[in-house]
């Protein structure tokens, strides 16, 4: 079934409704990140889905309430193990509209606004780039990957597209250069797409997302924007997985990588083709195991920065026993935040997409 038409089906169902197919069994804690690091019931999906409930009765909302259901890293890692399909993600982001608007920090109030104005982010991002040694160690840190943005322009539904995104635009602009770069080398050439904000903020913290155009044939390399797009009627590809859908074209275009990577897959990106791929190219790989998400989920690395820095810490002491050179990643906000881990921690680990690796095993 199509992605929107599997969310207008969701729609047409009460909160309730959703929420009483959980039978409060458990199986998800041991797959829950925050309930890995809390302890605390209320802090697990079954626990947040009786929030949910008392909220959707009338029950007053309260500080409590609020940090327990604003906690979530929406991960959806629940959802993969629940025997009883409880569409997890789809309850929270209803919920989350029922909570008041006023409990988000001024972060998230101004990074909402900015995503939401063409380019505004990018520029925001490049202005504070330039004056990167005033600002206090971390946001400086989170400063380190920003870049000249990729060059957008006009498309249709006729031809695939790159999505470059809002944060990704500017954070993952090099990566996002060499895919334009492999497809052109390939004969294939693609453009940067001109579209608006995926809307997987606004969903996030419990907002209507922006008007999409009409549906268009995509690729993009950001698991939160490809879920976000489809839900939205776009016919998207991972750039992973569009890549191994015709290996002909480019087996004898690359030469063999005898390189050794540590390997972290998002958790909204638990099939992507990263793996195969990068095999493919005759490397090494070294899979992370973490706690099942980094931290980085949403925009928790700016809400929740303790409980982010938390879950990133058992991959940067995998890192640190690996003693790797290079860590690759396929989500824009996961190679963010594992960059700024490594830069505080001091570990001389380069993150990188497959396809900047991939466009310099080109020949």
């Known amino acids: 079934m199509e992605p929107a038409r599997r969310a207008a089906i969701r729609m047409s169902e009460s909160l309730a409704a959703l ?23 209320t802090q697990s999906p079954r626990g947040r889905i009786a929030l949910a409930k008392r909220i959707e ?24 193990v629940c025997p009883a399909g409880v569409e997890y993600g789809e309850i929270i982001e209803r919920t989350a509209r029922r909570l008041p608007r006023s ?29 990167r040694g005033c600002v206090p160690a971390r946001e400086g840190r989170w400063l380190e990957r920003v870049g000249p943005p990729v ?37 294939a050439p693609i453009t940067a797409a001109l579209l608006p904000c995926c809307g997987a903020l606004d969903r996030h913290l419990g907002f209507d997302p922006p008007a999409q155009t009409q549906p268009q044939r995509l690729i993009a390399l950001d698991s939160g924007c490809i879920q976000s797009l489809r839900s939205a009627g776009h016919q998207v590809d991972e750039w992973c997985a569009w890549m191994m859908k015709d290996t002909a074209r480019w087996r004898l275009r ?13 958790c909204s990106h638990a099939a992507s083709a990263a793996p195969t791929l990068l095999g493919a190219m005759g490397m090494t790989i070294s899979p992370l195991r973490g706690l099942g998400c980094c931290g980085a989920a949403g925009p928790n690395v700016l809400s929740h920065t303790a409980l982010a820095d938390r879950l990133a810490a058992p991959i940067i002491d995998e890192l640190r ?8 990643t396929t989500n824009v906000g996961c190679a963010q935040h594992l960059r700024e ?13 497959p396809a900047e690796l991939f466009l310099e095993a080109m020949h």
């Open 151 to 187: 060059p957008v322009v006009p498309g249709g539904p006729e031809k695939t597209q790159l999505y470059v995104g809002c944060l990704a635009r500017t954070l993952e602009a090099s990566a996002q250069r060499a895919v334009l770069s492999i497809a052109e080398r390939l004969g």
């Open 321 to 328: 026993q690996l003693a790797v050179s290079t860590l690759v």
């Open 254 to 266: 690359i030469h063999a990588v005898p390189l050794h990577v540590a390997l972290w897959t998002p």
């Open 57 to 80: 009765i009338g029950v007053p909302v309260d500080d409590s309430t609020i940090e327990s259901l604003d906690s979530c890293l929406q991960c959806r890692r629940c959802e993969t």
């Open 341 to 353: 881990r490594l830069l505080a921690a001091k570990l001389d680990v380069a993150v990188r997409h």
């Open 19 to 41: 929420a009483d197919r959980c039978v409060m069994c458990g199986l998800c804690l041991p797959h829950c990140p925050t309930f890995a690091v809390s302890g605390l019931e």
């Open 103 to 131: 409990r988000l920090p001024w972060r998230l109030r101004l990074l909402r606004r900015m995503v939401r104005a063409p380019g505004g982010l990018s520029r925001a991002l490049q202005a504070a780039a330039s004056v």
